[in-house]
């Protein structure tokens, strides 16, 4: 079974600084993966995915992520954060037969960004 | 294309009653999920529907709870004789597999909070 692990729960970030959210995922195969934000009373809004192809993926609102294979990781950032950033950003690994995908989330990192 | 829409977007019930909780996918979207998410935790599956039929539940389903896709529209989760364990956000996502993989669409979610 694949899993998802977020080692930051909260990270605190002035805006305008870099960002770097952790993200580890086991699973057997090559992996289907996401990063999803969630702003509070909001459903998940998918920021990238990564299937196949270019270790380096661009998602929307200036987001980019980085599949690194031999360490598991699937880690984002962004150069430059802005306020409406703040959010809670949730890592997952999709894994199915049949033509679906069954999701797992990581616990989520909540990002604060103070002026 | 309206996104994905639950209602109610909050409920507050009593211990021991019934709740039912809809989710209306995008309208050309066969595939429907519905997930539990806890506090300080990220979504988890509960079950898939393709079309009119349930394909899979997670073990996390009690049999307290059930979920129906009539005509393979919209979705009902009904949880019967409530717990307060049964406290979460409930978040339906829908899907239409393009390519490779079949992109989830989350909905706003209900929260649900039983007293």
Request: net charge neutral.
């Amino acid at each position: 079974a694949q899993s998802v692990t977020q080692p930051d729960i909260h990270i605190t970030v002035s805006e305008g600084a870099s960002l770097e959210l952790r993200c580890n995922y086991s699973y057997g195969a090559t992996p289907y993966l996401f990063w999803y934000v969630q702003s509070p009373g909001q459903g998940l809004q998918l920021l990238l995915k990564y299937f196949s192809g270019d270790t380096l993926v661009q998602g929307i609102k200036g987001f980019e992520a980085e599949f690194k294979r031999s360490q598991s990781s699937f880690n984002l950032r962004k150069p430059s954060v802005h306020w409406s950033d703040a959010a809670e950003y949730f890592c997952a690994v999709g894994a199915g037969s049949g033509g679906y995908q069954k999701v797992t989330f990581g616990t989520g990192t909540k990002l604060q960004v103070i002026p | 294309d309206t996104g994905v829409s639950q209602n109610p977007r909050h409920k507050i019930t009593k211990r021991g009653q019934n709740v039912t909780f809809r989710c209306d996918p995008i309208s050309e979207h066969n595939r429907l999920y519905w997930y539990r998410q806890t506090l300080g935790q990220g979504p988890e599956f509960l079950t898939y529907f393709q079309n009119e039929a349930q394909l899979e539940k997670s073990r996390l389903l009690s049999d307290r709870f059930s979920a129906e896709r009539p005509k393979g529209s919209f979705s009902t989760l009904e949880i019967q004789r409530t717990e307060q364990g049964d406290s979460a956000m409930y978040l339906c996502a829908s899907s239409s597999r393009t390519g490779e993989y079949d992109e989830q669409y989350f909905g706003p979610g209900t929260r649900l909070t039983v007293t």
